[in-house]
């Protein structure tokens, strides 16, 4: 969430923070900051999402909270159509958000980005962070 007024010039962000540990090829290109060197701690306190004087919060990174895929109303309602006949327990979920929230029910819009969100086109990279921590290196093959 954006903060409303700026601050030295910037609209600071506020975020949650999930760490994922995974197995990645960078792509080439990529940047690897040692630590082991005097500015180690400026790197940390810059790059690291958590820390409170982070780019990401304040708001230099705040593409990767925007969605830049979609897809369109007539090929996500006929989506939505084939969704909701193989899915029983997602035409429950889609029937009782349509019976609990008035404005999921006159949104159409909303209801549309409820199917997008639970296909297989959804963008996963959403609010992912440019910046990983390397843990070890793998040898290249």
Known sequence: ?????PYEGRHPVRFTVKTVTETRTLPVGSVVVPLDQPGAML???LLEPGAPDALATWGLFD?????KEY??????????????????????AFEERMASDAA????????LNFFYE?????DSRIGAYPV????SALPKN
Do not use: C, T
């Not at 593409?63 to 969605?67: C, D, L, M, P, T």
């Not at 990983?132 to 843990?135: G, H, I, Y």
């Open 1 to 5: 969430m954006w903060q409303a007024a």
């Open 43 to 45: 790197a940390v306190h």
């Open 63 to 67: 593409a990767i909270f925007e969605q």
């Open 71 to 92: 897809a369109e109303g007539y090929v996500l309602e006929k989506l939505a159509r084939e969704m909701l006949s193989r899915d029983p327990e997602l035409k429950r």
């Open 104 to 111: 999921f029910r006159q949104n159409p819009r909303a209801r």
């Open 118 to 122: 639970r296909s297989p086109y959804v």
């Open 132 to 135: 990983v921590r390397v843990r």
